[in-house]
Structure formats: structure tokens, C-alpha cells
């Protein structure tokens, strides 16, 4: 499991998800190596039960095999919802959600998700999936990469980037990493080249994975699958994942905005434990670099708020 993922948080994480109710049925709904999972079902009753997600198929040989009270998913954490209602009888307990990339996707040269190796640039969570990274930087226009590496990976001179693309795309379709590291070399600033290419493939990443559109889903789901009295518990680690998770924790939906009856009343469904995010303690960080973008947000249900049809669809 630390081969394939060290978690984040862990303690942190798992004492906000249960409290006091070890019997309650809880969502790990980002299992990855199941480091989360594994602390998690250490403080369950034998009446507690965990279900767990994960749209990676690597991640399922990770499978705890040896715990009945456990069951992994092979599916997108934007149904949390859907399978609530497949799964428990009036929703989960609690919800921890640990975003991102694993280390083991990371360091798996093939999967293309960094720039650290020479690989096919795919960047496919689920590798069904029908588009890679590869197919966007040779189909997308100038201006929709632009967009998403503005957007996704706030990009410095996003304009100049797309332009490069588009130059070296002309001339040879891009379909490596080392095609993509050189097509925009230009752009890369000599003083902090690798931080610069993160942003880059961060974003192509985001938009492979439809990260943002997900995320949303999924805490729109989680407002309808967590009992009142729940924990929803996020550890995000860029600042649009840290952003919409908290706008949706003040407000219930991504963009913050209150919305308020005829009275002036809000009615949220959700309601922020901390205030400002939990970090990683500098032994953590100093053990495990990935723990250093980290925060955890932690908020409890509180109003149950209408079932609209199909929103998770």
C-alpha cells in the first residue's frame, strides 16, 4: 500500500470522517492504495461497514479482501449518490474524499501523467476512457488551450503556450511527453522549469479526467447521500479543487454564492467544522513532499435538502 500510495492526513482525516459512531457505514470514495480505508476500518465496529470507490483499475488489486465489512467500487466518485442509495438504507455516515493523483499514477512512466518520464502523453484515470492528453493538444483549438491551461493549470502566458502547441502540431502530431516538453519549450522559464510543467500537465490532466465537472458532481451527491448529523471530510491539493470544495461547504454550491428564501434565510446543507483548512505538520511533510499542497476541510450535514431527479446523472 505505501508502494502505491502514501496517504495524507490520515489521522486527521479518519478522526473527523467517524467521531463517535464506529457502527455507521462511511464512503472512501478516492480508495487509491486503501491507506484511508485501512485506518478507517481500524476504528469500526464490527457492526460498521465501509464502501469504497475508485475509477482506476490499478486500484483495484489493492482490494482488502480479508474484511467482510468492506466493498470496493469500480466506478467515479460523481455517483456517490446513485450508490447511497444502492448501498445503505438513508445514506452514509460519512464521506472522505483524498483528491488528486496517486503516487502510483505518477510514477507509473506509462500512464503519461508526468513530465518526469518519457511516455505516451495519456493521463486516463479510467483507461476506458475515450480521450487522452495527446488527443487534445493535437485537436483542441489555440483558444480552448488557452483556456483550459489559463483555467486548470493557471498557466503564466497560457496565450504563448497554446500558440507553441499549435506550431508543433503543424509540423508533427504530439504524442509523447517529450514531444509535448518540447513543443512549449520556449515558454518555460530557466528558474523554475518543473514547476511551470506541472501547471501545464496539471491542466491537460484536469480536462482528460473531467476533474472539475466530477468534483462537482460528486459534492452535490454528497449533500443528498450523507445522513444529517454526517461527515463530509476533503483534503484537496490545488486551489480549485480547495476553492469549489469550500464555496459548496459555505453555500452548497461551487460558486459560493448564498442563495436566500423570501425571509433572508440560507439554507445550506452543509456546515464548516474549520473554518480554515487543516495542514500537513512539517514531520509530515518532510516524510511524504506530496502531503505539502494538502488541506482538509471538514463539514457536517445539517438540512436534508430535495432529491431533484437525475442530478447525478
Known sequence: MSEYHNPVLLKESVDALI?????????????????????????????????AFDRDADALGNAITDD??????????????????????????????????????????????????????DMRMNV??????????????????ERILRIYGEVDDARKVARLIEKARSQKAIETTDDLDNAIAAALPSFAEHKFLAKVYQALRIEVNAEMRSLEKF???????IK????????TYHS????MVKNFIKAGNIDGALEKD?????????EAVNRKPILPAEEEIGENTRARSAKLRIAVR????????????
Open 240 to 243: 480549485l479543487e480547495d476553492r
Open 128 to 145: 476506458q476512457g475515450t480521450t487522452t492528453a495527446a488527443d487534445i493538444v493535437n485537436s483542441y483549438t489555440q483558444e480552448e488551450l
Open 19 to 51: 467521531g463517535s459512531n464506529p457502527s455507521g457505514i462511511y464512503a472512501d470514495a478516492t480508495f487509491g492504495g486503501g491507506g484511508h480505508s485501512r485506518e478507517i476500518l481500524k476504528r469500526l465496529s464490527p457492526k460498521g461497514r465501509l464502501i
Open 219 to 225: 459534492l452535490e451527491g454528497a449533500a443528498h447521500a
Open 68 to 121: 467482510p465489512r468492506f466493498t470496493l467500487i469500480h466506478n467515479n466518485f460523481r455517483f456517490i449518490y446513485n450508490y447511497s442509495l444502492l448501498e445503505t438504507e438513508g445514506g452514509f455516515d460519512g464521506i472522505l474524499a483524498d483528491l488528486g493523483v496517486s503516487s502510483h499514477q505518477f510514477d507509473t512512466a506509462e500512464r503519461g501523467f508526468s513530465f518526469r518520464y518519457s511516455a505516451p502523453l
Open 302 to 313: 445539517t438540512v436534508t435538502p430535495g432529491k431533484e431527479n437525475g442530478h447525478n446523472r
Open 262 to 270: 423570501v425571509y433572508g434565510r440560507a439554507e445550506t446543507p452543509f
Open 228 to 235: 444529517p448529523g454526517g461527515r463530509l471530510v476533503v483534503i
